[in-house]
Nanobody, 124 residues
Framework: QVQLVESGGGLVQAGGSLRLSCAASGGTFRNYNMGWFRQAPGKEREFVSAISRWSPDNTYYANSVKGRFTISRDNAKNTVYLQMNSLKPEDTAVYYC????????????????WGQGTQVTVSS
């Protein structure tokens, strides 16, 4: 059983930056694809970014965040990060970290484990 704990959310003005962290325990971190999803009030949970377990260079982004967000992982620390720059009010959501033992990248249904989420609020 894998436990995931997100941190780093908060309130930031538009144009600002935040770095989210997700610490994993209870499993072999390097065996998992890691993803970030977000859910705004009244909306479906949506894909934000993912990073492959095979190579830290294999990264994936939603079009809405490409060029502004950067995902990375540190297998020695069992942690995945999401650096968020040039934040916009539409980035406001609860951000969730997820782990996948299989080959899933974009679909939340493919992920096996989820964190509790961290709130990101971007003011205009």
């Amino acid at each position: 059983q894998v436990q995931l704990v997100e941190s780093g959310g908060g309130l930031v003005q538009a144009g600002g930056s935040l770095r989210l962290s997700c610490a994993a325990s209870g499993g072999t971190f390097r065996n998992y694809n890691m993803g970030w999803f977000r859910q705004a009030p009244g909306k479906e949970r949506e894909f934000v970014s993912a990073i492959s377990r095979w190579s830290p260079d294999n990264t994936y982004y939603a079009n809405s965040v490409k060029g502004r967000f950067t995902i990375s992982r540190d297998n020695a620390k069992n942690t995945v990060y999401l650096q968020m720059n040039s934040l916009k009010p539409e980035d406001t959501a609860v951000y969730y970290c997820a782990a996948d033992l299989g080959s899933g990248i974009y679909y939340k249904e493919d992920y096996d484990y989820w964190g509790q989420g961290t709130q990101v609020t971007v003011s205009s």
